[in-house]
């Protein structure tokens, strides 16, 4: 029997860096490209003292890229889910892709997590039931060379009030609904 669903599942680690804008901002560019994407956003902490600034840290990265980049009526079919895990960022993230079935995970390959040999990203390859996305550092090049020129033209015509050309935004509508927290991979956090 197929377990399918038929919202595109989107894990997104964040490590709470500078980057981190980074990696969510990719992710939010796979997200566009589906009609009913659910995103997990997942933080992963060594303690509970971290949970509740942890937790506050990615509800305001994740209301603020999502604002500045999807326009409200584009996100009414929209889940974003909020999880702050503790443990090994890798073993958390994966675990969390296999519980929500995930079709993608998208994680940095720098910021806080980023350590000398075998980094995050490398150990979650191994162990990921999915594909995953590698963000690497920012590159020394303008923004044209890295994204669909349409949809950096759409920016540059708006200044900013939207990311995506209509090939990349769709015809369809969303909104944010935000859920998720320590307690239970998934328990409010607002």
């Not at 399918?4 to 894990?11: K, N």
């Not at 015809?171 to 998934?186: C, M, N, Y």
Request: glycine share 8%; charged share 25%.
């Amino acid at each position: 029997m197929s377990t399918a669903h038929t919202r595109y599942q989107l894990v997104i680690g964040l490590d709470r860096s500078e980057h981190a804008d980074g990696v969510l901002q990719h992710a939010l560019d796979q997200a566009v490209r589906h009609e009913h994407p659910t995103l997990h956003v997942a933080t992963v902490v060594g303690s509970a003292t971290e949970e509740t600034r942890a937790g506050q840290t990615i509800v305001e990265m994740t209301r603020r890229n999502l604002e500045d980049a999807i326009p409200a009526e584009r996100r009414a079919d929209w889940t974003v889910l909020l999880h702050v895990l503790r443990g090994n960022p890798e073993e958390e993230i994966a675990e969390l892709a296999a519980e929500v079935h995930a079709d993608l995970i998208v994680v940095g390959h720098f910021g806080l997590h980023h350590s000398r040999g075998a980094g995050i990203a490398d150990r979650l390859l191994s162990l990921a039931d999915c594909p995953v996305l590698v963000v690497g550092p920012p590159r020394d090049t303008t923004a044209s060379d890295r994204q669909c020129p349409a949809c950096v033209a759409v920016r540059e015509d708006t200044d900013g009030e939207e990311w995506f050309c209509k090939r990349h935004h769709g015809e369809w509508s969303g909104h944010l609904v935000i859920h998720g927290g320590p307690a239970d991979r998934g328990g409010a956090l607002l």
